[in-house]
């Protein structure tokens, strides 16, 4: 069984990076809205560019999924749309077709929870996950999230309102009323 990390991009994991997108591109395009018949390598390029501007702003911590073996870039994850006041976070995922069911999304997932309650002091980590991406679902279930029901047409993908599983991640560390 592989061992997966997640880490920075660097500018030189534009080629792997754009590799295991168009790979992917028929499973992931289904339920990731940025990814059009237009993504191209230059928008990888102003990905990662963004990517690791946002990083060391703290705007958002987006990483690539890397087997720890031969480094290979499995997919991608990250923590975004921080609700400061709050303390709250999405968390998302999604890995390249020839590496799913390898348990690399559900690694990736622990590490991003355990760097938003240990490193940047979050109290809810939100998955939101359109109905029909049973893949995501499992992963959400698999690491303890909380399903919280369904949301009307919580996602936008493309041009289409999709509804949407909300599950979360409680830090255990927060003091909680009730």
């Not at 077709?97 to 980590?125: M, V």
């Not at 893949?135 to 919580?154: F, K, L, M, P």
């Amino acid at each position: 069984m592989s061992q997966f990390a997640i880490r920075k991009y660097e500018e030189s994991d534009a080629g792997e990076f754009f590799e295991a997108i168009e790979e992917s591109r028929d499973h992931i395009s289904h339920w990731m809205s940025w990814l059009t018949p237009e993504f191209s390598p230059s928008d990888v390029h102003e990905w990662i560019a963004e990517c690791r501007r946002d990083f060391e702003t703290g705007i958002k911590y987006e990483h690539l999924i890397v087997d720890r073996g031969n480094g290979q870039i499995v997919g991608a994850c990250g923590l975004n749309s921080f609700g400061r006041l709050d303390k709250l976070c999405n968390l998302g995922y999604w890995v390249r077709a020839s590496r799913l069911g390898e348990g690399a999304a559900t690694r990736a997932t622990e590490l991003l929870r355990d760097l938003a309650f240990e490193e940047l002091d979050i109290i809810r980590i939100e998955i939101v996950i359109a109905v029909g991406n049973e893949a995501s679902h499992q992963v959400a279930r698999h690491v303890g999230a909380i399903d919280e029901g369904i949301q009307n047409a919580r996602l936008l993908i493309g041009e289409v309102a999709h509804d949407a599983r909300m599950y979360s991640m409680i830090n255990p560390r927060v003091r909680r009323s009730g």
